[in-house]
């Protein structure tokens, strides 16, 4: 266990950027050996699901809290549209003779590491025997990896609520470490956390809960997944599981028994995968760490202390919940002009308040690790600065005791009681945001600007090295969350990888591993490329 952990953390330190040098990469892009970013499974059995269009309900503020959207029955038809609000395709983009597909769920540089499994006992028009299926984006369809008998289901999924599906993620960390070397398995985890964000606000559209069945180990979600035993360059390395059942059962265990995963490993898998790249560049350092997070079987105390409550809800316009998980795109430039109302910031930070009724953070069995140190450029009537979001209260004295003494940690004006805001800094930001995210202009030309800063030495010694990734999730979880707030503000938001990470610590007095940062966010005016065309995600039929 301490060898992994410092596996960990020496993966951590070696792939920070820092202002004299970058972390390790491949230098150039070897268009060559590109990843193909849909992994199929030859013959696997395809099942088609049906293209559902956005719909006007649920309302986007409704579908946010549990309770207040109806369950819908498991499905063919509900299937189809879980996957489709989560996973599959949003559009096309076209310019000259060059397209691309966009994702409901974003990704670093729409390199699209994670892949969606279903497993699922007997469905209405789906299935008539339980299966393990991989989910196709670009065909919005479930190839079937496996099938197994009624029993092992039912026993399976004693303990959890009924109905029941089981979604897994896994992650092919050679599509990142493409572009972006060594700090690929960052990039993984994030979109990892994306993907569990997309999933259970899906899942919230349809009157489900999702939930993180943490207590799994990793091999075990392997087995489950079909992945237990990986080659070559390209393996799938498990992530996990969520359970989605509807809202208002409860869940009484975060694992599945061992005695029914064990069967998995013998059962006869369909399909073989595509190859993605003709060659490979070999980071082994990733390999080390993604060996070093694995994760035991545990059985942990969860019942994490939520308060409960919706988003402030101040202005909220009456706007359709999945026209924003369609519409979601990352901005690739700011205006530098555009800004937003006070109460509209105070929105969008209330949203990402981790509630035991609030979707989609109530997935986790945790209490809240990341934090958000906000660099605000414009937002009327408030003083532009350094501010910092403290998304679990009981870590206030921790984070001020960590942080410049100099700091004024006041509440901003007309700041509501719930919302645990605080004014670090006055003055002009801009210059300071687009140096630490790797001078990149458009964490300067925004909104604001913001870093999420993890709890982050803690976790790993009290769980161990397996905590690393879910700090990243987390932080994938809270920016999903900003993705759809920029869009209902009418703005637009994106995530930023490459920031400069112990400059940033300094710009807050950080000294230690008791905090770090792990992930960068923007939000603006949007700058369109009038050369870009946007088309249908599917052919019309």
């Known amino acids: ?97 060059a397209s691309w597909s966009l994702r409901i769920n974003p990704s670093s540089g729409n390199l699209h590491p994670t892949e ?19 989910y196709a984006p670009a065909e919005h369809a479930l190839e079937r990896r496996a099938e197994f008998p ?33 700090r690929a398995y960052r990039y993984c985890q994030h979109d990892a956390g994306h993907a569990m964000g997309a999933m259970s606000l899906a899942a919230a559209g349809l009157g489900w809960q999702a939930t993180l069945l943490d207590d799994l180990g990793t091999d075990s979600v392997a ?35 061992g005695d029914m995963v064990a069967r998995f490993a013998s059962v006869p898998w369909q399909g073989r995968p595509n190859v993605l790249s003709p060659s490979h560049v070999e980071w082994p350092i990733i390999d080390r760490v993604s060996a070093a997070a694995c994760k035991p079987p545990t059985n942990q105390v969860h019942g994490v202390a939520r308060p409960t409550g919706s988003p402030l809800g101040i202005g909220a316009a009456p706007i359709a919940f999945r026209q924003m998980i369609f519409q979601r ?30 979707f989609p953070f109530n997935m986790l069995p945790w209490t809240p690790r990341i934090h958000l140190a906000l ?19 009981g870590q206030t004295v921790a984070l001020r005791a960590a942080t410049k003494p100099e700091f004024a940690w006041e509440k901003p004006a007309a700041c509501p009681d719930g919302l645990p805001l605080y004014r670090l800094l006055t003055g002009n930001a ?32 009290h769980d161990g090295a397996w905590a690393y990734p879910r700090l990243f999730w987390e932080s994938g979880v809270v920016g999903q969350v900003l993705y759809l707030e920029a869009e209902a503000t009418g703005i637009r938001g994106t995530g930023i990888g490459c920031y400069f990470d112990d400059p940033m610590h300094r710009v807050l007095g950080l000294t230690t591993l008791q905090y770090q940062s792990l992930y960068h966010f923007t939000m603006g005016g949007p700058v369109n490329d009038p050369r870009l065309r946007t088309l249908p995600p599917y052919p019309v039929r």
Request: hydrophobic fraction near 40%.
């Open 1 to 97: 266990m301490a060898d992994a952990l410092a596996d960990v953390i020496a993966y951590h330190q070696a792939t920070k950027h820092h202002l004299h040098m970058y972390a390790r990469g491949p230098g150039q892009m070897d268009w060559a050996t590109q990843p193909d970013p849909f992994r199929r499974y030859a013959d696997a059995a395809l099942i088609h699901l049906e293209h559902v269009p956005p719909s006007p309900e649920p309302l986007y503020e409704a579908a946010f809290v549990t309770g207040h959207v109806p369950p819908q029955p498991f499905t063919h038809h509900a299937v189809s549209q879980l996957l489709s609000d989560s996973l599959a395709l949003s559009a096309r983009k076209q310019a000259g003779d």
């Open 430 to 461: 801009q210059d300071l945001a687009e140096q630490i995210s790797c001078h990149q202009a458009i964490a300067a030309d925004g909104c604001f600007a913001l870093g999420m800063i993890a709890e982050f030495e803690r976790p790993l010694q």
């Open 223 to 257: 087995a489950l997944l079909g992945v237990l035993d990986p080659q070559g360059a390209e393996p799938e390395t498990p992530d996990c599981v969520l359970a989605i059942y509807p809202q208002g059962e409860a869940c009484r265990t975060l694992t599945l028994p």
């Open 375 to 393: 660099f605000v450029h414009r937002v009327q009537d408030l003083d532009p600065g350094l501010y910092l979001l403290v998304r679990d209260p």
């Open 150 to 182: 009624f029993e092992t289901w039912r026993a399976l999924t004693a303990d959890l609520p009924s109905p029941v599906l089981l979604i897994g993620f896994t992650s092919i960390h050679w599509r990142e470490a493409w572009k972006y070397g060594e």
């Open 329 to 358: 795109r990352s901005a690739v430039a700011l205006d530098g002009r555009t800004g937003i109302t006070r109460d509209g910031f105070y929105q969008i930070l209330a949203q990402t308040l981790a509630g035991s009724d609030q």
């Open 116 to 134: 969606g499994y279903l497993i699922c006992g007997p469905i209405v028009g789906l299935c008539t025997m339980p299966m393990v299926c991989h």
